[in-house]
C-alpha cells in the first residue's frame, strides 16, 4: 500500500486545503471557511475561493485514482441543512456547487464521493445531477455532541439512502478496488456500537 500526502497553508492565521493517497484512493480535504465570502452581501459568493477551486479542479482532473474523496465542511446536497437557515451550507453557494458539478461531467471524471459534515448527524444520500451521473454524499459529524440535528429525508435533488441521529457516532469508510466492480461501504458506529445502523455498501 502507498501513502502520498501534500498539504497547503496560506496566510498568516493560515488556511488549509491538502490531499493525500492511499493505494488506489485519493482523498482532497477543502477549505470552506478562510476563502468564504458573505452569501447573503455577495452577488455570485465563493465558499472555495479561486486559488483553492483551481487547485481541487487540476488535481481531481489528473487523478486516475478509483475514487476522488472531497471532504468538505459543509453538504454540497440542497436543503438537507435539518435547520431553517442554510446559507451557511453550500446553498449560500449555489453557481460554485453547479460549476463543481458542471466540470466534473464536463471533464468525465469518475468515481467522485463527497463527505461532509457540520450537521450533527449521519446520513447517506445520492445527489441527482442532469447530465451527470449520481454522486454520493456520506454525512456524519457528532461524535462528542449531545445534540443532534432532525434527519432529512425529503430534499430537492437527492435522494436519501439513511440516517442515524440517536446518540454521538463517527463513520468508517472502506474501499475495495481490486473487484470488478470496485466497491465504497460507508458505516455509522455509535458511541454504543450494537444501536449503530448496519450501514450500507455502495458499488460505483
Same mark, same amino acid.
Given at each position: 500500500?502507498?501513502?502520498? *500526502?501534500?498539504l497547503v497553508w496560506r496566510g498568516l492565521c493560515g488556511c488549509s486545503y491538502k490531499n493525500f493517497s492511499i493505494a488506489d484512493v485519493d482523498f482532497f480535504v477543502?477549505?470552506?471557511?478562510? =476563502? ?20 481541487? =479542479? +487540476?488535481?481531481?482532473?489528473? #487523478?486516475?485514482? *478509483? =475514487? ?5 465542511? !459543509?453538504p454540497f446536497a440542497s436543503k438537507v441543512s435539518g435547520k431553517e437557515l442554510s446559507d451557511d451550507a453550500c446553498d449560500g453557494y449555489p453557481e460554485e456547487r &453547479? &460549476? ?36 454520493? &454524499? ?5 461524535? *462528542? %455532541?449531545? %445534540? ?9 435533488? #437527492? &435522494? ?18 481490486? +473487484? ?8 455509522? !458506529? ?15
Open positions: 500500500m502507498t501513502y502520498k *500526502t501534500a477543502l477549505d470552506g471557511r478562510y =476563502f468564504r465570502e458573505n452569501p447573503l452581501t455577495t452577488k455570485n459568493p465563493t465558499m472555495l475561493g479561486e486559488e483553492q477551486k483551481k487547485w481541487l =479542479f +487540476k488535481l481531481i482532473k489528473s #487523478s486516475s485514482a *478509483t =475514487f476522488k474523496i472531497i471532504f468538505t465542511s !459543509v &453547479e &460549476e463543481l458539478y458542471r466540470f466534473i461531467g464536463e471533464n468525465n471524471i469518475s468515481g467522485v464521493v463527497f463527505i461532509a459534515g457540520d450537521r450533527h448527524r449521519a446520513d447517506a444520500r445520492k445527489i441527482k445531477i442532469p447530465g451527470n451521473y449520481d454522486i454520493y &454524499e456520506f454525512l456524519n459529524s457528532r461524535l *462528542t %455532541n449531545d %445534540n443532534g440535528y432532525r434527519l432529512v429525508e425529503e430534499a430537492e435533488g #437527492s &435522494e436519501y439512502l439513511f440516517g442515524y441521529n440517536a446518540l454521538p457516532h463517527f463513520g468508517i469508510l472502506a474501499f475495495d478496488t481490486k +473487484k470488478e466492480d470496485p466497491e465504497l461501504t460507508y458505516r455509522v !458506529v455509535s458511541m454504543r456500537d450494537e444501536d449503530s445502523p448496519k450501514g450500507i455498501a455502495f458499488v460505483l
